[in-house]
C-alpha cells in the first residue's frame, strides 16, 4: 500500500506544483500588469513552486486530492486605467485560464508524442504524467470557476453582474467556507466539477486528434 501511494505521489506531485503553481503566478502576473504590485514585492512573480505552497493545503492535496495553494495577495486600489471590479475580474479569470492553457498545451505534448486522447494505463513514465498533467489542471479550472467565495469564479461573476449583483456575491465571502464544505460532504462538487472536466478534455480531443 506504501508503495503504491509512492507511485501516485510521484505521478500526481508533478502535475500538483505545475498546476498551482501557474495559476498563483498568473494571478499575480495580470495584477501587476494592471499597476498592482503587491505579488511583485511579496516574492511572487516567480514560478519557483515555493512561494506559493501553503503546506496544509498541499499536504491535504497529496493525500486526500483536495486542497489550495497559498492566495497571491492583490490590491485593487492600485489598478491603473480599469476599474476595481473589473480588474479582480480579470486577475481572478487569469488562474483558471492559465490552468486550461497548460492543460491543452499537456494535449499537444500528448498527440507529439503518438499518445492515445484517452488514457492508456499501459503506457509508462511520460505518458501517465502528461495524462495527469492534462487532468489535474482541468480540475483546477474549472473547481475554481464555480462561483461560490472565495473561488475564482465568484469574483468573475461579481465582475460580470452589475453593482447590485455583485454586491450580493461579495456578502457571501464569510460564508463561503462553510458552502464550500456542504457542496463537498454533499458529493454536489463531484456532480459538477468531474461532467465539465470531461466536456472540456473532449473538445480538446475534437480540436487536436
Avoid at 516574492?43 to 501553503?54: F, Y
Avoid at 460532504?185 to 470531461?198: A, C, E, G, Q, R
Amino acid at each position: 500500500m506504501l508503495t503504491e501511494w509512492l507511485i501516485n505521489a510521484v505521478i500526481w506531485l508533478p502535475a500538483i506544483l505545475i498546476g498551482l503553481t501557474f495559476h498563483e503566478y498568473a494571478h499575480g502576473r495580470v495584477a501587476y500588469h494592471l499597476g498592482d504590485d503587491t505579488a511583485y514585492l511579496q516574492g511572487r512573480l516567480t514560478l519557483n513552486p515555493l512561494p506559493h505552497i501553503d503546506w496544509v493545503g498541499f499536504l491535504m492535496l497529496l493525500f486526500f486530492h483536495f486542497g489550495w495553494a497559498k492566495p497571491v495577495m492583490v490590491n485593487p486600489l492600485n489598478f491603473k486605467n480599469v476599474g476595481i471590479k473589473r480588474g479582480m475580474m480579470l486577475v481572478s479569470l487569469a488562474g483558471p485560464a492559465m490552468n486550461l492553457l497548460l492543460a491543452f498545451c499537456g494535449m499537444i505534448i500528448l498527440k507529439i508524442c503518438g499518445f492515445h486522447p484517452y488514457m492508456d494505463y499501459s503506457s509508462a513514465g511520460i505518458g501517465i504524467i502528461l495524462y495527469t498533467l492534462v487532468y489535474i489542471n482541468l480540475i483546477l479550472a474549472v473547481f475554481n470557476l464555480i462561483p461560490v467565495p472565495p473561488l475564482d469564479g465568484s469574483k468573475i461573476l461579481a465582475g460580470l453582474l452589475p453593482d447590485s449583483g455583485a454586491q450580493v456575491i461579495y456578502s457571501l465571502e464569510a460564508y463561503g467556507p462553510i458552502i464550500l464544505l456542504l457542496l463537498i460532504i454533499t458529493d454536489v462538487f463531484s456532480k459538477i466539477l468531474f461532467p465539465l472536466v470531461t466536456l472540456i478534455y473532449t473538445v480538446f480531443v475534437n480540436i487536436l486528434f
